[in-house]
């Protein structure tokens, strides 16, 4: 093997190593070029801002560093927020309705305010022509434990749609809520 390079003339070698001598010198100046390239957006870049780069960096990672706690501290907030909402009477529906024939428009109506747990109140006004009443049932988890007449129900479950809630699968009973507990 030995042999056989010994036996190439010399001038290949020359002509060979000339070769690689321009190809390195073609690779040094693009690498030169891109290395000035680099020098000058740095130093343009040092005279606009004014501040040296040893101290500017550590200072944006200590910026970042407390944007990422803020951001943390906020995300927690957030958290707390959100099920502090879930806990109030947000949402609200009314139907209004014509409790008894005899007595024109409908002056009667049913309102729901629920949480996000359909958790919440159902105030119900019945007015006649001599007497107005006024009940109000607690709800707990889409259910009250009173039974519901029929616009109730139907402001209950516009409200529990409305607020994201489960619409319960069981009837509105006594009895049933007596069962769950």
């Keep these: 093997m030995f042999s056989s390079i010994a036996a190439v003339p010399l001038w290949y070698w020359v002509a060979a190593i000339g070769v690689l001598v321009v190809l ?6 693009a690498q030169s070029v891109r290395l000035g390239r ?5 130093r343009q870049w040092v005279s606009r801002s004014g501040t040296d780069l040893e101290k500017f960096l550590p200072e944006t990672l200590e910026q970042l560093q407390n944007l990422s706690k803020e951001l943390r501290d906020m995300e927690d907030r957030l958290e707390q927020l959100e099920q502090r909402l879930s ?9 209004r309705y014509n409790a008894f024939a005899d007595v024109g428009s409908d002056l009667s109506f049913s309102a729901a305010w629920l949480d996000g ?3 919440g109140i159902i105030l119900s006004s019945i007015y006649g022509r001599d007497e107005s009443r006024m009940y109000a049932k607690p709800v707990e ?10 616009e109730e129900k139907r402001v209950l479950r516009d409200a529990l749609n409305a607020a994201g809630a489960p619409e319960p699968t069981a009837p ?3 009895r049933h809520v007596k ?3």
């Design 24 to 29: 390195l010198w073609v690779v040094v100046a």
């Design 38 to 42: 680099t020098q000058r957006r740095y």
């Design 87 to 95: 806990a109030t009477l947000r949402t609200v529906r009314v139907v």
């Design 117 to 119: 747990q359909g958790n």
């Design 141 to 150: 988890g889409g259910i009250s434990p009173y039974p519901l007449s029929e």
């Design 172 to 174: 509105h009973s006594v």
């Design 179 to 181: 069962e769950r507990l």
